[in-house]
């Protein structure tokens, strides 16, 4: 047959093919009158099925890179140096790896059957030096505590500043001398007033605080 005796046949017999190409593109329903029922439900934990799966491949990262990638070893030796940088370094190098916060919450309570808002922070520092497993809010709260108790000198407005900085901490992690430029603090006079109100020590404060946070 011809192009043009092809054509033709087509024009002729356009249902036809319009029929034929509805009957291949037609996809069976099944449909059923049974009630709906979940049969299992599981956790994925990115590589990792199991919650002590995932623990254990984070718990070997942490083995294998301590001493290798510089915002973690500071998290585990030198916490007082953290900064907002070395803590983006830090979310970018566990994202790439598959691990985060929530998984490893969730993994550990699975495991233990222990509620427990702890930190990655708090992970590593478990893993790498043995410290104890607690929640960023505990951690934090025991700090300014013991601040305030190694100070009973303390004035009202030196502890009222102590609380300010609590609830800072409690949304960030770092506290530093940058940390005064945030707008809850710069609203009220920034580094220079706070410094002043505990009378030129703001830093020795501000390292108090640090050594507290990461100390037994």
Not at 15 to 23: P, Q
């Amino acid at each position: 047959m011809s192009v043009d005796q092809a054509v033709e046949t087509v024009k002729k017999n356009r249902d036809a093919f319009a029929y034929v190409r509805g009957v291949h593109q037609e996809r069976h329903k099944f449909i059923s009158d049974a009630q709906d029922e979940i049969t299992s439900h599981e956790r994925g934990y990115g590589d990792a099925t199991r919650p002590e799966d995932y623990l254990r491949e984070f718990y070997a990262f942490i083995d294998s890179n301590i001493n290798e990638i510089a915002a973690l070893n500071i998290v585990a030796t030198r916490p007082k140096e953290l900064t907002r940088q070395s803590l983006r370094e830090q979310k970018l190098i566990f994202d790439r790896n598959n691990f985060n916060e929530t998984m490893l919450q969730t993994a550990w309570k699975q495991m233990t059957n222990e509620d427990i808002a702890a930190d990655i922070i708090s992970f590593i520092r478990q893993r790498s030096i043995g410290d104890a497993l607690v929640s960023k809010e505990e951690r934090i709260h025991s700090a300014i505590i013991k601040t305030k108790k190694a100070h009973s000198e303390l004035s009202k407005v030196q502890i009222n500043w102590l609380e300010r900085i609590e609830a800072y901490l409690l949304k960030e992690i770092v506290l530093n001398k940058e940390s005064f430029e945030a707008p809850q603090f710069k609203i009220k006079g920034g580094y220079a007033t706070i410094d002043k109100a505990f009378g030129n020590r703001l830093d020795a404060i501000i390292d108090e605080i640090n050594s507290h946070m990461y100390t037994a």
